[in-house]
């Protein structure tokens, strides 16, 4: 009799092992994919933000590209003046959005090219010269002007036939 009862001790610890080591697997299973829905979460919020940031530069870049004053649009828009000379910014969100306008003038016309950047770090503080990360989007606008350049127009001084 004492044999059948170690036999039947050997096979519980046997199962009991089984069980434990099964625990375990899915244990370990369950954290993995745990680990997985995260990260894909992440990548979920990150491509979002640069869907939502692709929008917001499509529609300024449609808006300024129709405009002979771009500037007037952003100062009616609540732009604050950037840094550097032509340059806009406003926070919308967690991003932030900068405009730089660029005129070149003609004697056929103007040229007026916007460039929008867009931000994630809407907690810029201005001091330094480049923002704390890359664009998450950036695109031009650019618009021709005929004859609006100072000179366009007019005609040079012609000498007369005597």
């Not at 449609?62 to 007037?72: D, G, K, S």
């Not at 991003?95 to 810029?124: E, F």
Request: proline share 6%; hydrophobic share 40%.
């Amino acid at each position: 009799m004492q044999q059948t009862s170690i036999r039947e001790a050997g096979k519980s610890n046997v199962l009991l092992t089984e069980l434990v080591i099964v625990i375990l697997f899915f244990a370990l299973t369950a954290v993995t994919v745990l680990q997985l829905f995260v990260g894909a979460h992440k990548k979920s919020q990150s491509i979002a933000q640069i869907n939502r940031a692709s929008i917001i530069a499509q529609d300024w870049a449609e808006l300024l590209a129709t405009e002979r004053q771009p500037e007037a649009i952003l100062k009616a828009h609540d732009f604050a003046d950037g840094k550097a000379p032509g340059s806009y910014e406003i926070i919308d969100g967690d991003l932030r959005i900068v405009m730089q306008v660029v005129r070149q003038d003609t004697p056929a016309g103007g040229l007026v090219t916007t460039r929008i950047g867009v931000y994630k770090d809407a907690g810029y503080d201005g001091e330094q010269d480049a923002p704390k990360s890359p664009p998450l989007t950036e695109l031009s606008a650019a618009t021709y002007i005929p004859g609006d350049a100072p000179g366009a127009g007019q005609q040079t001084d012609a000498k007369e036939a005597p």
